[in-house]
Nanobody
Framework: QVQLVESGGGLVQAGGSLRLSCAAS????????MAWFRQAPGKERDFVSA????????NYADSVKGRFTISRDNAKKMVYLQMSSLKPEDTAVYYC?????????????????WGQGTQVTVSS
């Protein structure tokens, strides 16, 4: 059983920064690829970023490339999303997701484990 809890969301002005955190309750966190997705009202849940279970590979959606950075701390069982130069279009609920022994997948349907989400609102 994998439990994921996101935190760090909030209201920020355009151009600002936020760091999202995802805490995992699982015995072997280091065996899981981790990803961030986001969902704006009335829209699909979209891929934002992911990191392999080794941490050796990361990937980003084109819309966040150069502004967001994903990282993980296997000792603390945490994954982070550092978001900078935020734009109003980044406003969404951000979800953490996990998949065992995985390469990076871009579809939400490839990830069996999800957190409850954290709201990020960027004002113009």
């Amino acid at each position: 059983q994998v439990q994921l809890v996101e935190s760090g969301g909030g209201l920020v002005q355009a151009g600002g920064s936020l760091r999202l955190s995802c805490a995992a309750s699982v015995r072997t966190f280091s065996n899981y690829a981790m990803a961030w997705f986001r969902q704006a009202p009335g829209k699909e849940r979209d891929f934002v970023s992911a990191i392999t279970w080794t941490g050796g590979t990361t990937n980003y959606a084109d819309s966040v490339k150069g502004r967001f950075t994903i990282s993980r701390d296997n000792a603390k069982k945490m994954v982070y999303l550092q978001m900078s130069s935020l734009k109003p279009e980044d406003t969404a609920v951000y979800y953490c997701a996990a998949r065992l022994y995985s390469t990076i997948y871009y579809s939400q349907y490839e990830y069996p484990y999800w957190g409850q989400g954290t709201q990020v609102t960027v004002s113009s």
